[in-house]
């Protein structure tokens, strides 16, 4: 039982390339999100999912896009980079409700755009 | 929507010192609080949290109070280690759907020996 795998850990990206950063996880947990860690600014969502097939926009969704087309996978794509992209992005799963049930984190994805 | 402010920033206490940590959210409507802390390099982990039909929650040298009409609630750790020192973040939410998490800016917690 892995939990919630990210990949890859640290990145470097060229303004204007494209990259899709991985989570999954073996819970077999419906709720998925992503969030962006910035200093000073706490962790702000960017996309979550309900289960497969369903996704929303959170708090600050712009230059990203998600899909869901397995329970276990929820990948972010980045469309084309921006430095002001530069972050630490986390993948958190969850079987139902925060208050329930909790959410895992992953490991997180250090991301730098030059 | 909600709004969660956290204060203060960073906090130095020596070792064996009580460390309180403040957070204020906006919704009224918001009912489950809960408080992860995230070691340096490391993933956020839950620690603790509470309700909102809840004033006070504790777990070993932990508690969390909520205050429902300020609008704040407070994370209090006593006897610090320095193994608690860390970053805490707050967080507010409704019990409804998905339940988005809107997270405090953290607090820097430094426990000196």
């Known amino acids: 039982n892995a939990g919630v795998t990210q990949t890859p850990k640290f990145q470097v990206l060229k303004t204007g390339q494209s990259m899709t950063l991985q989570c999954a996880q073996d819970?077999?947990?419906?709720?998925m999100s992503w969030y962006r860690q910035d200093p000073g600014m706490g962790l702000r969502l960017i996309h979550y999912s309900v289960g497969a097939g369903i996704t929303d926009q959170g708090e600050v969704p712009n230059g990203y896009n998600v899909s869901r087309s397995t329970t276990e996978d929820f990948p972010l794509r980045l469309l084309s980079a921006a430095p002001s992209q530069t972050s630490v992005y986390f993948c958190?799963?969850?079987?139902?409700?925060?208050?329930?049930?909790?959410?895992?984190f992953g490991s997180g994805t250090r991301l730098t755009v030059v | 929507g909600e709004n969660v402010e956290q204060h203060p920033s960073t906090l130095s206490v020596q070792e064996g010192d009580s460390a309180v940590i403040k957070c204020t959210y906006s919704d009224s409507a918001s009912n489950y609080f809960p408080w992860y802390k995230q070691e340096l390099g490391k993933r956020p982990q839950l620690i603790i949290d509470?309700?909102?039909?809840?004033g006070e929650k504790k777990d070993q040298r932990i508690a969390v109070t909520l205050n429902k009409t300020a609008k704040h609630f407070s994370l209090h750790i006593t006897e610090t280690q320095p193994e608690d020192s860390a970053v805490y973040f707050c967080?507010?939410?409704?019990?409804?759907?998905?339940?988005?998490?809107?997270f405090g800016t953290g607090t820097r917690l430094l426990v000196s020996p």
């Open positions: 509470i309700r909102s039909n809840v």
């Open positions: 967080a507010a939410t409704l019990d409804t759907g998905f339940q988005k998490l809107v």
């Open positions: 958190a799963s969850s079987s139902g409700t925060a208050m329930t049930y909790g959410y895992t």
């Open positions: 819970m077999n947990h419906e709720y």
